[in-house]
């Protein structure tokens, strides 16, 4: 009996399940329909993972590993994606703190192998070798000390926060340190043995053993001697036939070993190997004790062997956690490699239409992403792309691609384009046009590894910080799927995979589907395709569509949840950019492709004509909407224009007051010295008073007093004189007589006072004989003053200033003034401005490597550089400096003064 199926939607199940196939009549086949959903939804997930490359992106990461269990699962894209949105946060924030390790030291993982096989043979009831045995203790040994090793690397406590989500790998893992320790009592690994101490028997058997093989060794070499003297062999030789000891004599001899047993002879037959009676105990008592060592190595064997059948449970979830965290290792090495930032997910997308439709906030929002498939091309063609500065990265890796890990370039490079994506959150579907070989596959392959890798905990290629929404399936119907054998042509193939991806998506589902309704008739495709972008509307997180059909770009006039986005297709050289225009409508530009490629101009001529006869209709709209988005950007321009009119003239009245308060400061300057000047010269012709009343007296009482009190007197005077002079206020009239002459031009690096900072000493930094204001610096402020409000310095403050730069050089500070090395050239003077100084504040090091090099380079010879590289976690400043060591034209470098260790200048040859 047949059973007819109709779909429902249920909002409130979880994930795939968002939609079940119920029957129309009856609950019937429930289970069924279950089971046959999710079977539809894997093999649609591996579908998308297989056209998608996934595998390509899981074998570059395969080779960051550091175990064989790592590699395997990676290599064979075995790995785990976040079952839930917390989930692949929790894979990111381990990633993030692996890069941490991965930046500070390396971590051992060299003695852990994969005892996966191992635990089954043990489990299985079969006895254990000690070699595999030993493997076992290796594993448990290695895993701990990884282990005690995360924890010392996370030892101090301002550190342990940002190791914590590695910590949280191992913490709960029991290392079985007694199993490990009672395989090492029992055996020597080094030499592959049981040792004598694995039990009292083994050790009182292998005590009579040696002690029998003593007594046996005497008796064979007195026999064998006995032989040598009767000349019954060249030289005495005592050796083993048949497990036996036994000695060698010749076989006309042989009646020298009375009584004796033959138990081979060589193969010349001249030689026999006789047991003498007298040995015969002995060797039959050796053969019972070894018979009795092998049975007790063997119950010792058996013993591990149970102990790890056991203990399988905790080893196979202690094994787990070491590719859990191999892997987290790996990745952060492998988003290093390519110089990837860490992705954060955008809140759900899809609460109704009423509640978002108002909401212009991006839920996709990727700077310069990159493919990563093209990008792992562009890295591997130059070998300096395939260094890594990973301490753990190569570690396991012994193939082709084998990476060198005492340096890392990873700079990002021009190929491929990267690209913006931007989708706002209120966007249901997004229809991409333009030409063919523009990149829109591409695009739509991006956006869905970068969907795939943020779910795996991966860092994406890009910049700054990216963010996209998590979805819980990546659903994609990309290339032919023409089949023969099923009998599908390509668009049977193409619409029977879209049907499959309609039952089993949800409102966390991102659909990729490629020139979605091709392969038949346009007018129904268009149908077709706009029929199934209304339903994926409604039913998905986010869908993307390539196409070339230009009606569908027009469902965004008349529906908000849709958008356009085009790629940009250069006219003046009739070749793509590979870029996306979030936003247009993109034109096929077949018929200029066409005539790039070299076809008649005639039948490109006819071409055109035949456009416009079919579609007059159709070319009008678009020129009306061109001449309506030529309007809107018109419009656009016009009120930046006028904000930046607004800005200018603000600005303008700013600079109109600042320059009002600097000339009314000159005049209260002038004023102010020149009453400074009246009152200390009113003060002078005071002292100068006192100081001639106190002599005049001094000489009246001369006249008086006899010569015994002029001592006396003197010191008295000179008290008077003292007690004037304490009495007088300070003055410092240096600074008011200085060469201010209208002919005065102050030079380059020369110190300066600026009445404009309040007589403050400031140097020059930038002057021009051509302008009438000069650029000075006092401290760290730099400012532009007109040349009339500097003064000179007087001989005595200039002397004063050489004596405090002379100062500041003792105590380890570096003078203003000019600057020779060893070798005797200058370099003029150290002084900072804009164009003598890199930041490389915020950057990572490649980046950070590449301006720092720019900078030298454009230098010029006896020139200083600056460099701002700042303290942070001090990975910027040490790979300034290495590199300063070792610059070919870098004379010497020091620090930009004791205060600041955060700036380096460089001396360039």
Same mark, same amino acid.
């Given at each position: 009996?047949?059973? #007819?199926?109709?779909?429902?939607?249920?909002?409130?199940?979880?994930?795939?399940?968002?939609?079940?196939?119920?029957?129309?009549?009856?609950?019937?086949?429930?289970?069924?329909?279950?089971?046959?959903?999710?079977?539809?939804?894997?093999?649609?997930?591996?579908?998308? *993972?297989?056209?998608?490359?996934? #595998?390509?992106?899981?074998?570059?990461?395969?080779?960051?590993?550091?175990?064989?269990?790592?590699?395997?699962?990676?290599?064979?894209?075995?790995?785990?994606?976040?079952?839930?949105?917390?989930?692949?946060?929790?894979?990111?924030?381990?990633?993030?703190?692996?890069?941490?390790?991965?930046?500070?030291?390396?971590?051992?993982?060299?003695?852990?192998?994969?005892?996966?096989?191992?635990?089954?043979?043990?489990?299985?009831?079969?006895?254990?070798?000690?070699?595999? *045995?030993?493997?076992?203790?290796?594993?448990?040994?290695?895993?701990?000390?990884?282990?005690?090793?995360?924890?010392?690397?996370?030892?101090?406590?301002?550190?342990?926060?940002?190791?914590?989500?590695?910590?949280?790998?191992?913490?709960?893992?029991?290392?079985?340190?007694?199993?490990?320790?009672?395989?090492?009592?029992?055996?020597?690994?080094?030499?592959?043995?049981?040792?004598?101490?694995?039990?009292?028997?083994?050790?009182?058997?292998?005590?009579?053993?040696?002690?029998?093989?003593?007594?046996?060794?005497?008796?064979?070499?007195?026999?064998?001697?006995?032989?040598?003297?009767?000349?019954?062999?060249?030289? !005495?030789?005592?050796?083993?036939?048949?497990?036996?000891?036994?000695?060698?004599?010749?076989?006309?001899?042989?009646?020298?070993?009375?009584?004796?047993?033959?138990?081979?002879?060589?193969?010349?037959?001249?030689?026999?190997?006789?047991?003498?009676?007298?040995?015969?105990?002995?060797?039959?008592?050796?053969?019972?004790?070894?018979?009795?060592?092998?049975?007790?190595?063997?119950?010792?064997?058996?013993?591990?062997?149970?102990?790890?059948?056991?203990?399988?449970?905790?080893?196979?979830?202690?094994?787990?956690?070491?590719?859990?965290?191999?892997?987290?290792?790996?990745?952060?090495?492998?988003?290093?490699?390519? @110089?990837?930032?860490?992705?954060?997910?955008?809140?759900?997308?899809?609460?109704? /239409?009423?509640?978002?439709?108002?909401?212009?906030?991006?839920?996709?929002?990727?700077?310069?992403?990159?493919?990563?498939?093209?990008?792992?091309?562009?890295?591997?063609?130059?070998?300096?792309?395939?260094?890594?500065?990973?301490?753990?990265?190569?570690?396991?890796?012994?193939?082709?691609?084998?990476?060198?890990?005492?340096?890392?370039?990873?700079?990002?490079?021009?190929? =491929?384009? =990267?690209?913006?994506?931007?989708?706002?959150?209120?966007?249901?579907?997004?229809?991409?046009?333009?030409?063919?070989?523009?990149?829109?596959?591409?695009?739509?392959?991006?956006?869905?590894?970068?969907?795939?890798?943020?779910?795996?905990?991966?860092?994406?290629?890009?910049?700054? $910080?990216?963010?996209?929404?998590?979805?819980?399936?990546?659903?994609?119907?990309?290339?032919?799927?023409?089949?023969?054998?099923?009998?599908?042509?390509?668009?049977?193939?193409?619409?029977?995979?879209?049907?499959?991806?309609?039952?089993?998506? @949800?409102?966390?589902? $991102?659909?990729?589907?490629?020139?979605?309704?091709?392969?038949?008739? !346009?007018?129904?495709?268009?149908?077709? @395709?706009?029929?199934?972008?209304?339903?994926?509307?409604?039913?998905?997180?986010?869908?993307?569509?390539?196409?070339?059909?230009?009606?569908?770009?027009? %469902?965004?006039?008349?529906?908000?949840?849709?958008?356009?986005?085009?790629?940009?297709?250069?006219?003046?050289?009739?070749?793509?950019?590979?870029?996306?225009?979030?936003?247009?409508?993109?034109?096929?530009?077949?018929?200029?492709?066409?005539?790039?490629?070299?076809?008649?101009?005639?039948?490109?001529?006819?071409?055109?004509?035949?456009?416009?006869?079919?579609? !007059?209709?159709?070319?009008?709209?678009?020129?009306?909407?061109?001449?309506?988005?030529?309007?809107?950007?018109?419009?656009?321009?016009?009120?930046?224009?006028?904000?930046?009119?607004?800005?200018?003239?603000?600005?303008?009245?700013?600079?109109?007051?600042?320059?009002?308060?600097?000339?009314?400061?000159?005049?209260?300057?002038?004023? /102010?010295?020149? $009453?400074?000047?009246?009152?200390?010269?009113?003060?002078?012709?005071? %002292?100068?008073?006192?100081?001639?009343?106190?002599?005049?007296?001094?000489?009246?009482?001369?006249?008086?007093?006899?010569?015994?009190?002029?001592?006396?007197?003197?010191?008295?005077?000179?008290?008077?004189?003292?007690?004037?002079?304490?009495?007088?206020?300070?003055?410092?009239?240096?600074?008011?007589?200085?060469?201010?002459?209208?002919?005065?031009? !102050?030079?380059?690096?020369?110190?300066?006072?600026?009445?404009?900072?309040?007589?403050?000493?400031?140097?020059?930094?930038?002057?021009?004989?051509?302008?009438?204001?000069?650029?000075?610096?006092?401290? &760290?402020?730099?400012?532009?003053?007109? &040349?009339?409000?500097?003064?000179?310095?007087?001989?005595?403050?200039?002397?004063?200033?050489?004596?405090?730069?002379?100062?500041?050089?003792?105590?380890?500070?570096?003078?203003?003034?000019?600057?020779?090395?060893?070798?005797?050239?200058?370099?003029?003077?150290?002084?900072?401005?804009?164009?003598?100084?890199?930041?490389?504040?915020?950057?990572?090091?490649?980046?950070?490597?590449?301006?720092?090099?720019?900078?030298?380079?454009?230098?010029?010879?006896?020139?200083?550089?600056?460099?701002?590289?700042?303290?942070?976690?001090?990975?910027?400043?040490?790979?300034?400096?290495?590199?300063?060591? &070792?610059?070919?034209?870098?004379? &010497?470098?020091?620090?930009?003064?004791?205060?600041?260790?955060?700036?380096?200048?460089?001396?360039?040859?």
């Amino acid at each position: 009996m047949e059973i #007819s199926y109709s779909f429902i939607s249920i909002r409130k199940t979880p994930r795939i399940f968002a939609r079940v196939l119920r029957p129309a009549f009856s609950l019937s086949g429930t289970h069924e329909s279950v089971s046959v959903r999710i079977s539809t939804s894997q093999a649609l997930q591996n579908e998308t *993972l297989r056209v998608l490359e996934w #595998s390509s992106i899981c074998k570059q990461l395969s080779t960051f590993t550091s175990t064989s269990m790592g590699f395997d699962v990676a290599h064979n894209a075995n790995i785990r994606f976040g079952r839930t949105k917390e989930e692949s946060q929790k894979l990111l924030d381990q990633t993030t703190a692996a890069e941490a390790v991965v930046i500070s030291r390396q971590l051992d993982f060299s003695g852990i192998e994969d005892v996966s096989g191992i635990l089954n043979s043990a489990t299985s009831g079969k006895l254990l070798t000690i070699a595999e *045995l030993c493997s076992v203790r290796r594993s448990l040994k290695a895993a701990r000390e990884l282990f005690e090793e995360l924890q010392a690397l996370a030892g101090d406590g301002r550190s342990s926060d940002r190791f914590m989500p590695l910590l949280e790998i191992l913490q709960n893992c029991d290392f079985l340190v007694e199993l490990e320790r009672k395989i090492e009592f029992c055996i020597d690994c080094n030499y592959s043995t049981v040792l004598d101490r694995a039990s009292e028997d083994l050790e009182l058997i292998r005590l009579e053993k040696k002690r029998n093989m003593e007594e046996l060794d005497s008796l064979l070499k007195a026999v064998s001697s006995k032989i040598y003297q009767a000349g019954g062999i060249d030289r !005495p030789l005592i050796t083993k036939r048949r497990a036996r000891m036994c000695v060698a004599v010749r076989a006309t001899h042989k009646n020298l070993v009375p009584g004796g047993i033959v138990l081979s002879a060589s193969s010349s037959g001249a030689t026999y190997f006789i047991e003498p009676k007298e040995a015969v105990d002995l060797n039959n008592m050796d053969v019972r004790l070894s018979n009795s060592e092998k049975a007790e190595e063997i119950a010792i064997l058996s013993m591990l062997t149970n102990e790890i059948s056991e203990s399988e449970n905790h080893i196979r979830y202690l094994l787990d956690r070491i590719l859990e965290l191999d892997l987290a290792l790996a990745r952060a090495a492998y988003g290093r490699w390519m @110089s990837g930032v860490c992705p954060c997910f955008s809140p759900k997308g899809y609460e109704g /239409l009423n509640s978002s439709i108002n909401d212009n906030t991006l839920s996709v929002d990727i700077d310069a992403i990159q493919n990563p498939l093209l990008l792992n091309y562009a890295l591997k063609s130059s070998s300096d792309n395939v260094l890594s500065s990973s301490a753990n990265v190569g570690q396991f890796d012994k193939r082709d691609n084998a990476i060198n890990s005492e340096g890392f370039s990873g700079s990002v490079t021009d190929f =491929p384009v =990267p690209i913006d994506i931007k989708i706002k959150r209120q966007t249901r579907v997004v229809v991409i046009s333009g030409p063919n070989t523009g990149g829109k596959t591409a695009s739509i392959k991006t956006l869905g590894l970068a969907s795939l890798m943020a779910k795996a905990g991966m860092y994406l290629p890009a910049k700054n $910080l990216p963010k996209l929404p998590w979805f819980d399936l990546v659903l994609a119907d990309i290339g032919d799927h023409q089949s023969l054998e099923q009998n599908f042509s390509t668009f049977s193939g193409h619409i029977s995979r879209i049907c499959k991806i309609l039952e089993v998506s @949800s409102d966390e589902s $991102l659909v990729l589907i490629d020139e979605i309704g091709s392969g038949t008739d !346009p007018s129904e495709g268009v149908a077709l @395709s706009t029929s199934i972008l209304h339903y994926l509307k409604k039913c998905v997180n986010l869908a993307i569509v390539t196409t070339h059909y230009a009606d569908l770009t027009r %469902i965004k006039d008349s529906d908000s949840s849709f958008t356009n986005a085009a790629v940009e297709f250069s006219l003046e050289t009739l070749k793509p950019t590979y870029k996306i225009l979030w936003g247009s409508t993109g034109e096929s530009n077949a018929l200029s492709i066409a005539q790039s490629i070299g076809f008649d101009p005639a039948i490109i001529e006819r071409a055109k004509k035949w456009m416009v006869s079919l579609t !007059p209709e159709r070319q009008d709209e678009r020129r009306g909407l061109l001449f309506k988005s030529l309007m809107e950007e018109r419009d656009k321009l016009e009120a930046q224009r006028r904000e930046a009119a607004l800005i200018h003239a603000e600005i303008s009245a700013l600079y109109n007051e600042i320059r009002d308060e600097a000339e009314d400061l000159d005049k209260r300057e002038r004023a /102010l010295i020149a $009453l400074e000047t009246k009152r200390a010269r009113q003060e002078t012709e005071a %002292i100068k008073s006192k100081i001639n009343t106190v002599v005049q007296e001094f000489e009246e009482k001369l006249k008086i007093v006899g010569a015994d009190q002029f001592n006396s007197l003197i010191r008295e005077g000179e008290s008077k004189i003292a007690s004037i002079c304490e009495a007088c206020p300070p003055t410092d009239n240096s600074r008011l007589v200085v060469a201010n002459k209208s002919s005065y031009t !102050p030079q380059l690096g020369e110190q300066v006072f600026v009445t404009g900072l309040g007589n403050k000493l400031a140097t020059v930094v930038e002057t021009s004989d051509d302008e009438e204001t000069i650029l000075v610096q006092y401290g &760290k402020i730099k400012a532009r003053v007109k &040349k009339r409000s500097v003064k000179a310095l007087s001989n005595s403050e200039k002397t004063a200033s050489a004596k405090s730069s002379s100062y500041s050089k003792k105590q380890g500070g570096r003078s203003r003034e000019l600057v020779s090395t060893s070798d005797g050239e200058s370099y003029g003077a150290v002084v900072q401005t804009s164009k003598n100084t890199v930041d490389l504040r915020g950057m990572r090091i490649e980046e950070a490597s590449y301006h720092l090099d720019m900078a030298i380079a454009s230098r010029g010879p006896n020139s200083v550089l600056f460099i701002i590289h700042g303290m942070g976690t001090g990975a910027v400043k040490e790979h300034v400096l290495e590199t300063l060591r &070792k610059h070919r034209r870098v004379a &010497k470098y020091d620090q930009e003064s004791p205060m600041n260790y955060g700036c380096t200048v460089a001396f360039i040859k």
